[in-house]
């Protein structure tokens, strides 16, 4: 096995990665990833704290990373958060839209401010990513990389998370038609499709029942573990291990999409 082979393919030294959502269990198991590919991550998110301490974490690795604050629910800040990444680091080569909420009830109880949240949170702050750093990656002359964070809903019905599930076919729709739109500006976008993994938004949703039935339905019968996801987001962000995929929606689901009965 060649070292040089894998930098070649797999190394992100010299560039920055923003990652939104950053501060949570999967946005920051991906910043490091991406740090230890060689990347400087900046963790954003709305928790300064979370945010800080995952710097920590990847500095203590020997990664580079730093904190910036940004609420998805606003244009202005996405806007704001790219503009203090640029001045701090010179440009964004990647950007993965990470931040997400969830929201689960019977359909007839879903109520309409929830319904709303969700679907600012989880997709139109991704389009506002994708235009407002689509922007500045169609001006760098080696382009850039975008990842939408999406999940195995996105396919399939999961009970009880109506705007979630909504929001997360929208989110893939949404990869392939601004892939379409970004290909000739050397901007790449992709959707990455979590199965299940334990974190802060999910923690309420997943009890014993839903558990069970979870891991009787995923052949690999377990959950994620948040660094499984790092290797698939530095293969679709790289410009050199990625360079020909791009519209494309990459499951990492412990085989919970192949499974029929
Ligand atoms: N955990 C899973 O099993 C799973 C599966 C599929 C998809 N996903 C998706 O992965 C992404 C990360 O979720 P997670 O599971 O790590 O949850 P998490 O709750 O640990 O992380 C989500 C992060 O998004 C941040 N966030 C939420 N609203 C925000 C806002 N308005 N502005 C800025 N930041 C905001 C939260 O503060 C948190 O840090 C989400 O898009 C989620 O839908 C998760």
Do not use: M
């Given at each position: 096995m060649s070292a040089d082979f894998l930098q070649n393919l797999f190394g992100l030294d010299g560039q920055?990665?923003?990652?939104?959502?950053?501060?949570?269990?999967?946005?920051?198991?991906?910043?490091?990833?991406?740090?230890?590919?060689?990347?400087?991550?900046?963790v954003a998110g709305r928790n300064a704290d979370r945010g800080e301490k995952r710097v920590a974490e990847i500095q203590k690795l020997g990664g580079r990373a730093?904190?910036?604050?940004?609420?998805?629910?606003?244009?202005?800040?996405?806007?704001e958060l790219l503009a203090a990444a640029v001045k701090a680091q010179g440009r964004v080569d990647m950007l993965v839209n990470g931040a997400g909420i969830n929201s689960a009830s019977r359909y007839f109880d879903v109520k309409d401010e929830d319904w709303d949240r969700v679907l600012a949170s989880n997709l139109t702050a991704v389009h506002w990513g994708c235009q407002v750093f689509g922007r500045h990656m169609a001006e760098l002359p080696e382009g850039g990389s975008i990842l939408n964070i999406a999940s195995v809903t996105a396919h399939l019905p999961l009970s009880k998370v109506f705007a979630y599930s909504a929001s997360k076919a929208a989110v893939v729709s949404l990869t392939q038609n601004v892939a379409r739109e970004f290909a000739p500006l050397k901007v790449r976008v992709n959707a990455l499709c979590p199965g299940f993994f334990p974190a802060e938004q999910n923690r309420a949703i997943l009890d014993e029942q839903r558990t069970a039935s979870i891991l009787s339905q995923t052949p690999l019968a377990r959950f994620g573990e948040p660094p499984e996801l790092a290797a698939a987001a530095i293969l679709l962000l790289s410009r050199r291990a990625g360079s020909f995929i791009t519209g494309a929606s990459f499951y990492v689901d412990g085989g919970f999409t192949a499974m029929r009965f």
């Open positions: 920055t990665a923003v990652v939104i959502g950053g501060t949570g269990v999967l946005g920051g198991a991906l910043a490091t990833g991406l740090a230890q590919a060689g990347a400087h991550a900046i730093s904190y910036l604050p940004v609420d998805v629910t606003f244009r202005s800040s996405i806007e």
